[in-house]
């Protein structure tokens, strides 16, 4: 294998469902970083998700079965079920971690929505973070970076970078900003619409959906 193709990306989320918004997204930082695999790791209770209604509504076992049918597509996926075996909250710090430990020499590419971005600097110990990994921000349509807080651009005005070869140069602490994917969906939009009977094919895969409706979820 060539030493390019080094780069483990990281996407990690409730999935609560998983759709294409992930998996396309997580598809374009795959290709423009060239990296060898991506891992989908499903969050057992996620940090920055409090209230109820943000709790998962799918159990942690039909999110994880949800991501394990996402990755048949795509080759470069697979499922990491470490944060849902894990007790309490899911910290992204005690995961890169754990991941830094057991790929010592790969470069972790940990890929977030510029929604996450923009929360960033209230992660926990998120320096350290970025001490662990790079930042692949992917954005959406309608986001402005007008909504940054001045923490946030201050983290910019530091270390972000548009050069890919820069990026792939080091091991970890730049931010970089992907391709805009252009699907423009949320798991909780989707989820209204399936309490609503609402038909949701353009949004999730097909094998998603089978398992969906034979299980129930969301109505």
């Not at 510029?114 to 959406?140: A, K, P």
């Not at 940054?148 to 983290?155: A, E, I, N, R």
């Not at 050069?163 to 798991?187: P, T």
Request: hydrophobic letters at 35%; glycine letters at 4%; charged letters at 20%.
């Amino acid at each position: 294998m060539t030493s390019h193709l080094n780069g483990i990306g990281i996407l990690g989320g409730t999935f609560d469902p998983i759709h294409l918004g992930h998996t396309q997204s997580a598809q374009i930082v795959a290709t423009q970083l060239k990296l060898e695999k991506v891992l989908l790791i499903p969050a057992h209770i996620s940090p920055h998700k409090t209230s109820a209604d943000l709790t998962p509504h799918a159990s942690a076992e039909q999110r994880a079965k949800m991501v394990e049918i996402a990755c048949q597509e795509f080759p470069l996926f697979s499922c990491d079920t470490r944060e849902i075996k894990r007790p309490g909250h899911s910290y992204t710090l005690d995961t890169l971690k754990e991941l830094k430990r057991e790929l010592p020499q790969k470069t972790l590419y940990f890929i977030m929505g510029m929604d996450s971005l923009l929360s960033f600097t209230r992660w926990h110990q998120y320096m350290e973070i970025l001490s662990l990994c790079h930042l692949v921000v992917n954005t959406r349509p309608h986001y402005s970076l007008k909504q940054l807080t001045p923490d946030t651009q201050q983290l910019l005005d530091k270390y972000q970078t548009n050069d890919v070869k820069q990026l792939k140069q080091l091991k970890h602490g730049k931010i970089f900003f992907a391709q805009e994917c252009i699907y423009d969906i949320s798991s909780t939009k989707i989820r209204q619409l399936l309490s609503q009977k609402e038909n949701c094919q353009q949004q999730l895969h097909p094998a998603i959906s089978d398992f969906i409706h034979k299980n129930n979820l969301y109505r």
